[in-house]
């Protein structure tokens, strides 16, 4: 089971969590690329996920949804929810690194420099009372939709590969036709170009 949230307006982004540390073991292997994983730092909690629109990155994040993700994952933590400032970690899905011998749920990272942090001071009730009312439980085919998002990503590549190519074709078309221009407008200059009398007193002097 999954939980999904929605973002305050005007972004309505997507938030979502697993149930349990088994849920979140398909969400660390079945991400998208547009996901951002949030953790409390150093504690336990929910592994919450914010689906950005595609293009965006984590820099993208407007501070209202940043706060929501932070709030949501603050909230499901037995020890985090009841501290204040609290620290929260969070990343792109693509740098969660799972290795041989990690315990179930347990992530580490590609790439340190790509881990942002953040603290909370303290529970704001509003917040996290407005997104538990848009919670919704649903049961995802979590590696279904993984592969489509990468069959999307792979397609979108080779048209992008192939438009590059057509660009890339007409823009050497272009400058062949641009070339083939000046030659004509080189060779139709009055100093490279003979006259019928100039022909014709040549041809005079050959017959005297």
């Not at 996901?35 to 909690?45: A, E, G």
Request: proline share 3%.
């Amino acid at each position: 089971m999954v939980f999904y949230f929605t973002s305050r307006e005007p972004y309505n982004m997507l938030i979502y969590m697993g149930k349990d540390k088994f849920e979140n073991e398909e969400l660390i292997a079945y991400g998208l690329p547009e996901d951002i994983w949030f953790h409390v730092d150093n504690l336990s909690s929910a592994h919450v996920y914010l689906r950005l629109p595609i293009g965006n990155t984590i820099d993208d994040i407007p501070e209202e949804v940043l706060e929501d993700c932070t709030q949501l994952v603050k909230q499901n933590s037995i020890q985090g929810c009841k501290q204040n400032n609290v620290s929260i970690v969070y990343t792109p899905w693509s740098n969660l690194k799972k290795t041989q011998g990690m315990e179930v749920g347990q992530v580490g990272f590609h790439d340190q420099k790509l881990v942002r942090k953040t603290k909370i001071a303290k529970k704001i009730n509003t917040v996290v009372n407005r997104l538990l009312k848009t919670k919704k439980e649903e049961y995802p085919d979590l590696r279904a939709m993984h592969q489509g998002r990468l069959s999307e990503i792979r397609l979108d590549e080779k048209n992008l590969k192939e438009k590059q190519k057509r660009d890339e074709q007409a823009k050497i078309e272009a400058q062949k036709k641009e070339e083939d221009l000046r030659s004509y407008k080189d060779f139709m200059k009055p100093e490279k170009m003979t006259s019928n009398l100039d022909v014709g007193d040549n041809l005079e002097e050959d017959f005297m």
